[in-house]
């Protein structure tokens, strides 16, 4: 059985009411927005849920702070993919784009995990997003091969 790791938005999210065998979901919500609608149980150990902006830096914009993927939140990420990495992922966020491609992408890199097929098509990963996620978890290089391990 192949596992995947694919990004999808809020709307393809909260259309389920189930997630299939062997998959766990990350859920990406946007900061001063209500966390998006999901059938499912957001306490779930099968979920993991966080909130950052899709910018690559933090930003201010009408008196209100949005922030970018912190090392903290990065890290709940990495615990949580490193815990599920024998199941397949479900990463949403709000339009299925950015952040949660870079996520799958991460996921893809680090595990194996196949893309979906219109990956390149329909993803524009967040190089902040992906960028942190690679910058947490890489070893240090292997003396013998000058290899960088992720």
């Not at 927005?33 to 149980?41: C, E, P, T």
């Not at 966080?50 to 008196?63: K, N």
């Not at 890199?109 to 942190?132: A, C, E, I, Q, Y």
Request: aromatic share 8%.
């Amino acid at each position: 059985m192949s596992l995947f790791a694919f990004n999808i938005s809020a709307r393809e999210a909260a259309d389920l009411d189930k997630l299939p065998n062997n998959t766990v979901l990350i859920s990406i919500n946007d900061e001063y927005v209500d966390l998006y609608s999901l059938k499912l149980d957001r306490n779930s150990p099968d979920i993991l849920t966080v909130q950052f902006t899709d910018i690559t830096e933090d930003i201010e914009h009408r008196g209100k702070i949005y922030h970018k993927l912190d090392i903290k939140t990065a890290h709940k990420i990495l615990k949580f993919v490193s815990t599920n990495k024998s199941k397949s992922f479900l990463i949403h966020c709000a339009a299925g784009i950015s952040r949660s491609s870079a996520v799958s992408m991460f996921i893809h890199l680090r595990h194996g995990h196949k893309l979906k097929d219109n990956f390149w098509r329909t993803s524009d990963p967040n190089t902040h997003v992906l960028g942190m996620l690679i910058r947490e978890k890489i070893k240090p290089l292997d003396k013998l091969n000058n290899k960088v391990e992720f």
